[in-house]
């Protein structure tokens, strides 16, 4: 099993649609989790870290479930300028290395 | 502010030649991640550094790749001999390790790099 697991779409959605990802990891111990995102041939960004109790930022919401072991984003009110490819990363050996899941892809439709 | 830089931002080269990809972390952080991001592979990483030490090296696909860090506003990755799978983006990141559980890795623009 791969430590970090993320489905790699496409998600194609309309406009003002919801739409939720989940990453899964496979290290009990992990503490430390995020949600970065990544436009076509550019750099990953972070979007947002993923607390224990639930974080919202706006339109997203980025919560983890440790029983068992995934995170979620969750994206409302989608707008095109959110197509992009979302990233979710896992510490792994401490709280410095991360383990970056492969991404998922979504694609928002007028 | 200025963020991660890293030079060259793109690279065309030939089998067996020397490669250097250069990163300046953002000032005042304490830690430099370099990773190397294919498709089939995804977002990997090769080796990071605390406080200007390689701490982990364990990505390192080997001998052909080297890293170092002189100073806290400098660290390279040098390929030699290249061969064309090193074809990839290599990407810097940088970030503040402390007491927190949560330290954000910011990353540089990448480097394309083509191997022919």
């Known amino acids: 099993r791969k430590e970090v697991e993320q489905d790699p779409g496409p998600f194609n959605v309309p406009e003002g649609a919801t739409v939720a990802f989940n990453c899964t990891y496979s290290n009990s111990a992990s503490q430390s989790f995020f949600w970065y995102r990544q436009d076509c041939r550019k750099e990953p960004k972070l979007l947002m870290s993923?607390?224990?109790s639930g974080n919202e930022d706006g339109r997203f919401t980025a919560q983890l479930n440790r029983a068992s072991q995934y995170i979620s984003l969750l994206i409302r009110d989608s707008k095109l300028s959110d197509s992009a490819t979302y990233l979710c990363a896992v510490n792994s050996g401490g709280y410095q290395k991360v383990t970056f899941g492969t991404g998922t892809k979504l694609q928002v439709i007028p | 502010d200025a963020g991660v830089i890293q030079s060259p931002r793109h690279e065309v080269t030939e089998m067996g030649q020397e490669v250097t990809l250069r990163c300046k972390p953002i000032?005042?952080?304490?830690?430099l991640f370099w990773y190397r991001q294919t498709m089939m592979r995804g977002l990997e990483l090769l080796i990071y550094?605390?406080?200007?030490?390689?701490?982990?090296d364990s990505g390192m696909p080997e001998d052909r790749f080297s890293a170092k860090m002189p100073n806290a506003s400098f660290s390279t990755l040098k390929i030699q001999p290249s061969e064309p799978r090193d074809s990839a983006v290599y990407f810097c990141a940088s970030s503040f390790f402390g007491t927190s559980q949560y330290n954000e890795q910011f990353f540089g623009p990448g480097t394309r790099l083509t191997v022919l």
């Open positions: 550094f605390n406080n200007n030490v390689p701490i982990d």
């Open positions: 000032s005042g952080h304490n830690s």
């Open positions: 993923v607390y224990s």
